[in-house]
């Protein structure tokens, strides 16, 4: 009985370490049209142009002083892959020939960039630095997008602070508000068409990590525009690395800590008479509000910080966002004057990032992450009100390592949405039977009491 119960075990583990083995090298096929990370490649060659096999060759991340190390193959070759958008140097040596350093080579999600090296020959220890040349075509990938810095999406005045608003910037999109898709994605999601496709069906990735919403489309999770290192969406010729769609797909990068520290904070308020009068105010709403907009303010306010706990090691970044916002909502009831009103129309998000990052060797790297975001919006109309809160969990751990000929990503994710629709009396109260219960008043498109799409609940 022991002997059949060990050759079980025996049996069970080697079947185990054969899918373990498959699995790994079915990871470790090379896919950059939507993974989170970027490449360099390139030849180093002599002066006559021949190749030169086993050249040194050393990348290492200006931000975080991560260096990795490797050498040309037999064709003169090098290729370093999982590489974060960022900045960084490249250097080449060789025996008999100075080394050269390519300065400042801006990598960005899913593009391969090309540092390929013509050493001149000299003593060894002698250092050629050359700044290289922003790449304008990427012949490596048949991909079709559009890449977004950090810079951009933190620094370009757009209005609603919605991360996938910056889809607007490449071509071939249009954006929409969530709910002309669904109740639940009232005021704070937006639907990413496509060429010309609806949206519903775009992909949204986070660091790797599937976020779409299966049941209606759009995400489940809201980030901060403080929070994003990169922002990229891929129009056509997507490869297996994204999750199954025929339209396009957003493909996310948040920030990371660094050897220096740096943080920023922001604050900014709106009211009614910042904006320009809107195109649907009747004269009556003109003489309601003495020729002035409807009632609206919003407050917003954020910051993030990031630096190392060890130079080179281990880094850490925190972000935190809210919004308050409140506007009037009004009904005019021509059969029903008593239902005429104007009440306020509360919203509101919070968004909250924690990561850290840990250079474990110079071709290891890991990665940890807890996002939370929370929002209120209303919806339905001013005497049948509704509000819908979301809440979403996501934790997300990394593992990428990088060698000289294969390259190996493991990333694992959690998420958790919850929603939950409910109606809602708000400066107007129900009519209600003697028993107190709310009275529903439907007259061809007009209705009063509770909202009929509440109650309901996503866990």
Same mark, same amino acid.
């Given at each position: 009985?022991?002997?059949?119960?060990?050759?079980?075990?025996?049996?069970?583990?080697? %079947?185990?370490?054969? +899918?373990? @083995?498959?699995?790994?090298?079915?990871?470790?096929?090379?896919?950059?049209?939507?993974?989170?990370?970027?490449?360099?490649?390139?030849?180093?060659?002599?002066?006559?142009?021949?190749?030169?096999?086993?050249?040194?060759?050393?990348?290492?991340?200006?931000?975080?002083?991560?260096?990795?190390?490797?050498?040309?193959? %037999?064709?003169?070759?090098?290729?370093?892959?999982?590489?974060?958008?960022?900045?960084?140097?490249?250097?080449?040596? +060789?025996?008999?020939?100075?080394?050269?350093?390519?300065?400042?080579?801006?990598?960005?999600?899913?593009?391969?960039?090309?540092?390929?090296?013509?050493?001149?020959?000299?003593?060894?220890?002698?250092?050629?630095?050359?700044? +290289?040349?922003?790449?304008?075509?990427?012949? %490596?990938?048949?991909? $079709?997008?559009?890449?977004?810095?950090?810079?951009?999406?933190?620094?370009?005045?757009?209005?609603?602070?919605?991360?996938?608003?910056?889809?607007?910037?490449?071509? =071939?999109?249009?954006?929409?508000?969530?709910?002309?898709?669904?109740?639940?994605?009232? *005021? +704070?999601?937006?639907? $990413?068409?496509? $060429?010309?496709?609806?949206?519903?069906?775009?992909?949204?990735?986070?660091?790797?990590?599937?976020?779409?919403?299966?049941? $209606?489309?759009? &995400?489940?999770?809201?980030?901060?525009?403080?929070?994003?290192?990169? *922002?990229?969406?891929?129009?056509?010729? @997507?490869?297996?690395?994204?999750?199954?769609?025929?339209?396009? %797909?957003?493909?996310?990068?948040?920030?990371?800590?660094?050897?220096?520290?740096?943080?920023?904070?922001?604050?900014?308020?709106?009211?009614?008479?910042?904006?320009?009068?809107?195109?649907?105010?009747?004269?009556?709403?003109?003489?309601?509000?003495? =020729?002035?907009?409807?009632?609206?303010?919003?407050?917003?306010?954020?910051?993030?910080?990031?630096?190392? /706990?060890?130079?080179?090691?281990?880094?850490?970044?925190?972000?935190?966002?809210?919004?308050?916002? &409140?506007?009037?909502?009004?009904?005019?009831?021509?059969?029903?004057?008593?239902?005429?009103?104007?009440?306020?129309?509360?919203?509101?998000?919070? *968004?909250?990032?924690?990561?850290?990052?840990?250079?474990?060797?110079?071709?290891?790297?890991?990665?940890?992450?807890?996002?939370?975001?929370?929002?209120?919006?209303?919806?339905?109309?001013?005497?049948?009100?509704?509000?819908?809160?979301?809440?979403?969990?996501?934790?997300?751990?990394?593992?990428?390592?990088?060698?000289?000929?294969?390259?190996?990503?493991?990333?694992?994710?959690?998420?958790? /949405?919850?929603?939950?629709?409910?109606?809602?009396?708000?400066? !107007?109260?129900?009519?209600?039977?003697?028993?107190?219960?709310?009275?529903?008043?439907?007259?061809?498109? !007009?209705?009063?009491?509770?909202?009929?799409?509440?109650?309901?609940?996503?866990?």
């Amino acid at each position: 009985m022991n002997l059949k119960l060990v050759r079980w075990v025996s049996g069970f583990f080697r %079947a185990l370490g054969i +899918a373990v @083995l498959l699995l790994s090298m079915t990871l470790s096929r090379p896919g950059w049209a939507q993974t989170p990370t970027g490449a360099i490649e390139g030849e180093i060659t002599d002066p006559s142009g021949a190749v030169i096999p086993g050249a040194k060759v050393t990348v290492t991340e200006l931000a975080t002083g991560r260096s990795v190390t490797l050498t040309t193959s %037999a064709e003169g070759r090098f290729v370093v892959r999982n590489l974060l958008p960022g900045v960084y140097k490249v250097t080449a040596e +060789a025996a008999g020939f100075a080394a050269k350093t390519l300065e400042k080579v801006s990598v960005s999600s899913g593009a391969v960039v090309n540092a390929s090296m013509k050493l001149e020959l000299g003593k060894t220890g002698e250092i050629i630095s050359v700044v +290289a040349e922003a790449v304008t075509v990427d012949t %490596a990938r048949q991909t $079709v997008d559009s890449v977004i810095t950090g810079t951009e999406v933190r620094n370009l005045p757009y209005f609603s602070r919605n991360f996938l608003d910056m889809a607007a910037l490449a071509p =071939g999109t249009w954006i929409r508000d969530g709910g002309s898709i669904d109740p639940t994605k009232e *005021f +704070a999601y937006r639907v $990413v068409g496509v $060429v010309g496709r609806s949206g519903t069906a775009t992909r949204v990735q986070i660091d790797g990590i599937d976020v779409t919403d299966e049941t $209606v489309g759009t &995400t489940v999770a809201n980030f901060s525009p403080e929070a994003i290192n990169e *922002f990229q969406l891929t129009r056509s010729s @997507l490869d297996p690395s994204t999750s199954f769609t025929s339209s396009g %797909a957003i493909n996310i990068i948040t920030r990371t800590g660094g050897n220096e520290i740096h943080g920023n904070w922001f604050w900014d308020y709106y009211n009614q008479d910042m904006g320009a009068r809107p195109h649907y105010l009747t004269r009556k709403d003109l003489e309601e509000f003495n =020729g002035s907009n409807p009632p609206f303010k919003r407050n917003r306010t954020g910051g993030t910080i990031g630096g190392p /706990f060890k130079k080179d090691k281990l880094f850490w970044l925190v972000n935190w966002e809210r919004h308050y916002q &409140t506007e009037l909502r009004t009904s005019r009831v021509p059969e029903f004057p008593q239902l005429n009103i104007s009440q306020s129309w509360p919203a509101g998000l919070r *968004f909250t990032d924690h990561r850290l990052d840990w250079n474990i060797t110079s071709n290891t790297r890991f990665f940890g992450k807890f996002h939370h975001d929370w929002n209120l919006a209303t919806g339905g109309s001013a005497v049948s009100p509704f509000q819908t809160i979301n809440w979403t969990n996501l934790v997300t751990f990394g593992l990428d390592h990088t060698g000289p000929r294969m390259t190996h990503t493991y990333h694992f994710g959690y998420v958790n /949405f919850n929603n939950r629709i409910e109606s809602q009396e708000l400066k !107007y109260k129900f009519l209600r039977t003697p028993q107190g219960i709310p009275y529903y008043l439907g007259v061809g498109p !007009y209705a009063a009491g509770p909202n009929s799409l509440a109650p309901q609940a996503t866990y």
